[in-house]
């Protein structure tokens, strides 16, 4: 436990980890880093780089993220994913997956830098973390596989980015594979992403022969040994170019660097001006300095993203992403964000994930805006209008936590005793920082027209997409149903895009998630880490419903209970509202002379009853999507309950809903498969008896790439049959794409077939 001493004498405190034999192999602790971990409570902001790392599943990102941390000194042995003892896939599915599940956050430095790294999950059942870490990050490092260029789920990642204005670093990873192919891929990043590449390094050799970059801006060549076994590629050898260099690869550097020059020119003003006055046509004395410089602008303006390559597998080509980070993307403070300026240095925090920890209970991850964070304090937090003490602070190292005195803004920390914080909550000193934050706000007029006081200095938390699939989940036994619902309490908690309800006719637990791969994960952790041994239903399609055409009608309940009577006649009108992406809803308007007539409390009641008809349509019970409501008419006997109201209104809604007539709409994914051209043919064939729709077949080396749309519900266990039709070969991403109409064939075949099940 010599680590373990050396921490404390240091001041700093080592929690107990979760698998900590795992760690001990990777964190050697020793004092030289204990020294750098003492500067996690008090680093310079400017030297702060949160990023995360995205790309499609399999480009590598975690391979990536293990040899950041080995470069950066944080582990002391390089974990394999196909050895499955990654330090950021902790959770035993995710090793067991070799993919990964919950985006675990890292600290380390590089070159007196803190890195603050989220490792993200590249598979589409697990955007919300994707989005959930973006939320807090100021830049990303997309990692692409240089030989497939942009991927199905590069695009929606991206495409996230770009909302949350983040600015990117792309690495083509995988140099090393023949099929690499440089050009390829910046076109790819040109027309798919619509961005703007900046090449900075060009690769020396090509397949297994690829042995280094030669960095475009200080024209050194940085190269690794080539085919040395053992060799963790720490030590490079990094040389200034020169005669003794093939021709050919100075002439194609020149070239690059000119084309880099010209290109950074026409970004950015400034650099173009000191062209024009220092350099004029002598591109070879524009410095590596000012150059840089530019780069960096360019990419802080989101106008370029600076494009590296390299391959993390054979270790090449990590350090100088590293540099990149460092280099071009931003700091805590060069983000704009108008809460640091209102809460003027008081504490405000996003908690964007939480995880449950058997001992420790809820650990919240905060990214800290403004203030300082100090455990022992108490917190308030604004969406939840309440205030919580924070016992303890830690700082994360994958499953493993040093206890921190205090943590200032830029940073992302962990806190232990946050027990009502969900993802998403704003984390502020007190109620009265945050009022007077909100003062500052509308004095700006900056919190635009926000109504209530403090809503303006909420962060905005992250979007929770519908989940597509549902079922029923059973406890062992009955005296195990208190611990399943704490389980699935403390797992919703974690994530959002888990939902969990009770059946209102069999009363059955009910697990709502974004994907097969989704449930069976959550299934898999209540048994693991939970002890339960649960068992799931069918997995089924989470349908929405709507009507085909206008109807009216009225319905009246009289009825006596006890000496009371209660009498209500409701009068409405449904129609179909335009069709249909996925969270359009429904809409509900009084006529005019019930906005007067109607109390308060009467029309909530009728609300109540319009709501509860929304969430059960009349064909599967399933949500309504696209349907106008206009209440006419509410005659009501004095002494009436608003129970009964409600009920009438409901009941009437079904008969209107009715006549009406009503259409299923089912989720329809958007499908990208990667397959060999030999194997097409039987994946179209199969896709044919799935009702799917070919969008595009694109080329892609000797590859093909099958674009389409297909029915959520013909997709079940899709994996495996694509894995048997093209023996492996092929590769899938799977997307919600919108919500469509059933033809009617296929809708009165799935209303025999539920109604059979039932
Ligand atoms: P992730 O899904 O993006 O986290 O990707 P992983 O890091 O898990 O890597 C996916 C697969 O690609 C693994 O089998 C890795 O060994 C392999 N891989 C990662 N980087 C490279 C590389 O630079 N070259 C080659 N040839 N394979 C790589
Ligand atoms: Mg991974």
């Not at 090449?199 to 801006?217: A, W």
């Not at 009022?435 to 700006?444: F, P, S, T």
């Not at 070919?694 to 389409?708: E, G, N, P, T, Y």
């Amino acid at each position: 436990m010599l680590w373990g001493r050396s921490l404390l004498t240091a001041g700093l405190q080592c929690c107990s980890c979760r698998v900590s034999c795992h760690v001990k192999r990777h964190y050697g602790f020793l004092a030289d880093d204990v020294k750098s971990l003492k500067a996690v409570v008090n680093p310079d902001i400017s030297k702060i780089r949160n990023i995360g790392i995205m790309a499609h599943i399999d480009a590598g990102k975690t391979t990536t993220t293990e040899r950041m941390l080995y470069y950066s000194g944080y582990t002391r042995a390089l974990g394999d994913v196909d050895d499955g003892d990654t330090v950021t896939d902790f959770m035993a599915q995710e090793r067991e997956r070799g993919i990964t599940i919950q985006s675990a956050a890292v600290t380390f430095d590089w070159k007196t830098h803190r890195i603050n790294l989220i490792d993200t999950p590249g598979h589409v059942d697990f955007t919300l973390e994707v989005e959930r870490a973006l939320r807090v990050l100021d830049g990303a490092v997309a990692v692409f596989d240089a030989s497939a260029g942009v991927e199905a789920q590069t695009l929606t990642v991206w495409r996230q980015a770009e909302k949350h204005h983040v600015p990117c670093v792309c690495f083509l990873n995988k140099m090393d594979k023949p099929a690499a192919n440089l050009s390829f891929s910046i076109e790819s990043i040109k027309h798919k992403l619509k961005a703007n590449p900046v090449l900075l390094q060009i690769p020396v050799g090509s397949g297994k022969s690829f042995s280094g970059v030669v960095d475009l801006l200080t024209r050194r060549k940085l190269t690794w040994k080539l085919r040395s076994t053992r060799d963790d590629g720490q030590v490079f050898q990094s040389k200034a170019l020169d005669q003794s260099d093939e021709p050919e690869l100075l002439q194609e550097v020149g070239e690059a660097r000119a084309a880099l020059i010209e290109q950074v020119a026409d970004l950015d003003d400034e650099f173009a001006e000191l062209l024009l006055t220092d350099f004029g046509d002598n591109f070879d004395a524009v410095s590596s300095v000012k150059l840089q410089e530019a780069v960096r602008r360019v990419t802080l303006a989101r106008r370029g993203v600076p494009v590296l390559c390299g391959s993390s597998l054979r270790n090449k080509g990590v350090q100088p992403l590293l540099d990149a980070v460092v280099a071009y993307l931003p700091a805590p403070d060069e983000r704009h964000h108008d809460l640091v300026r209102w809460y003027e240095g008081d504490l405000c925090a996003l908690a964007f994930k939480v995880l449950h920890d058997k001992q420790r209970g809820p650990l919240v991850f905060l990214r800290v805006y403004s203030g300082t964070l100090k455990p022992q304090t108490a917190v308030h937090n604004l969406n939840r209008n309440s205030t919580e003490r924070m016992s303890r602070l830690l700082v994360p190292f994958a499953d493993q936590h040093v206890e921190i005195p205090f943590m200032t803004a830029g940073n992302i920390a962990l806190t232990v005793g946050l027990k009502q914080t969900v993802t998403g909550d704003t984390i502020v000193s007190s109620r009265a920082a945050a009022a007077a934050a909100a003062r500052r706000a509308r004095e700006d007029g900056g919190a635009g027209d926000k109504r209530a006081e403090d809503v303006s200095v909420v962060l905005s938390g992250v979007e929770v997409p519908d989940p597509v699939f549902f079922c029923t989940i059973e406890p062992p036994t009955m005296a195990k149903q208190a611990d399943l619902e704490n389980a699935l309490n403390c797992l919703q908690r974690e994530d959002p895009s888990l939902k969990v309800r009770a059946d209102p006719d069999s009363g059955q637990t009910v697990l709502c998630g974004m994907g097969e791969l989704h449930i069976e994960i959550v299934h898999d952790r209540i048994r693991r880490e939970y002890g339960i041994e649960t068992q799931l239903g069918p997995l089924q399609v989470a349908y929405r419903e709507s009507i085909l055409h206008s109807a009216s009608t009225t319905d009246t309940l009289d009825r006596t209970v006890g000496e009371r009577r209660h009498a209500a006649s409701v009068e409405l009108a449904v129609a179909p509202l335009a069709v249909s992406a996925p969270g359009d809803s429904c809409e509900l308007v009084f006529s005019e002379h019930l906005e007067t007539q109607l109390s308060a409390e009467m029309k909530q009641a009728v609300e109540n009853g319009v709501h509860s008809s929304w969430h059960h349509g009349p064909l599967l019970g399933s949500p309504l999507q696209g349907v106008a409501t206009r209440i006419q008419g509410v005659r009501l006997e004095p002494g009436t309950s608003v129970a009964m109201v409600s009920a009438c209104v409901s009941r009437c809604m079904l008969k209107a809903l009715r006549l009406a007539g009503g259409r299923v709409l089912e989720p329809v994914m958007s499908l990208e498969v990667t397959v060999g051209e030999e194997r097409l043919g039987s994946v179209l064939g199969d896709l044919a008896q799935r009702r799917g729709t070919v969008r595009d077949i694109q080329s892609r080396h000797d590859d093909k790439v099958l674009l389409a749309t297909v029915p959520l519900a013909e997709m079940m266990g899709y994996s495996t049959v694509l894995r048997t039709l093209t023996s492996g070969t092929a590769s899938f991403s799977l997307e919600l794409d919108s919500y469509e109409a059933m033809n009617p064939q296929d809708q009165s075949a799935l209303l025999r077939r539920v109604a059979g099940l039932l």
